[in-house]
């Protein structure tokens, strides 16, 4: 079965730092985009940052210069560096990846469990 296992969130001042980590477990044959989305309360859900198969990074304008994703493709793992946080940064943030499967030969798109970010004034 596979999952994406996000981990990392948590209470924060404003000006901290967060690291949050979405592990990917199964029969995984290829990984090609991974991203992290979040959601404010009342609000809808809305792409961070998204990393492609060859690195290419993309980032929504109100995290750019704060947040970093990367990963390790060694260990199915993507990361999302958080520093500079604000308030306007608290919601859950979602892992979301497109995965190939064994024995399946084309990709499906899974999503995390999620991991509650809160940023305090």
């Known amino acids: 079965q596979v999952q994406l296992v996000e981990s990392g969130g948590g209470l924060v001042q404003a000006g901290g730092s967060l690291r949050l980590s979405c592990a990917a477990s199964?029969?995984?044959?290829?990984?090609?985009?991974m991203a992290w989305y979040r959601q404010a309360p009342g609000k809808q859900r809305e792409l961070v940052a998204g990393?492609?198969?060859?690195?290419?990074?993309n980032y929504v304008d109100s995290v750019k210069g704060r947040f970093t994703i990367s990963i390790d493709n060694a260990k199915n793992t993507v990361f999302l560096q958080m520093n500079s946080l604000k308030p306007e940064d608290t919601g859950v943030y979602y892992c979301?990846?497109?995965?190939?499967?064994?024995?399946?030969?084309?990709?499906?798109?899974?999503w995390g469990q999620g991991t509650q970010v809160t940023v305090s004034s």
């Open positions: 979301n990846a497109d995965l190939k499967v064994f024995p399946d030969s084309w990709y499906v798109n899974y």
């Open positions: 199964g029969s995984i044959r290829s990984i090609n985009d």
């Open positions: 990393i492609s198969s060859g690195g290419t990074t």
